[in-house]
């Protein structure tokens, strides 16, 4: 690819070109080093990150800067829509490793307002491969169905639907295996479902974190034999 096809202005009305991301990291390494000379060394002897994102891949929405933290606060995994289902195993390689192995205290499921991916779902119009990835969302209007047809307004529908599908992947975060027997092994873990606001930068709590198996709905709760 040429560097030209990725040349655009960004906020600061600078250009992005493929040199300027490599002079960028320059200016990066330059920068850490001159606050904190042992910055690199720190951070390469390993990693606890309390924090597991799951969030949309929309580049407004970087999981380190909307909650100004920094490298090594917050292990990371990105798809369009925030998605989560119980077959990807992408998705729950990712999971299996914050639970297991980095023992995050917090997984939290960030959506957001104005999601092309959530607007997509909304329409009909075919848009490709992705269909089938925004299918996962059609299942969600499905669910709930009774309050969404009562909602006629379009945008919000889409705030609206951006909400429940970010609860509903953080549902499907606290009925995996995975979570549910972190909880029967006493491990301290909560899940939580976030709506980040592209127009305003703020970040509402959406209040339907799990901390517990009780806190499932019955049908999903499985018996860990515990
Ligand atoms: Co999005």
Known sequence: ?????VEKYNHDHTVITYDSLLQGNKDFVAAALNEDPEYFKRLSEGQQPPVLWIGCSDSRVPANQITNTNPGDIFVHRNIANVVTHSDMN???VLD???NVLKVKHIIVCGHYGCGGVNAALGDTQVGLIDNWLRNIKDVIRLHEREMSTIKDPELRSKRLVELNAIESASNVAYTSIVQNA?????ELA????????KTGIITDL?????SANDLSPVFKMNVGK
């Open 97 to 99: 490793y914050s639970v």
């Open 1 to 5: 690819m040429c560097a030209k096809s």
């Open 183 to 187: 909880w029967a092994n006493g491990q």
């Open 191 to 198: 899940v939580h479902a976030w709506v980040y606001d592209l």
């Open 207 to 211: 209040k339907v974190s799990a901390a």
């Open 91 to 93: 998705l729950l390689s």
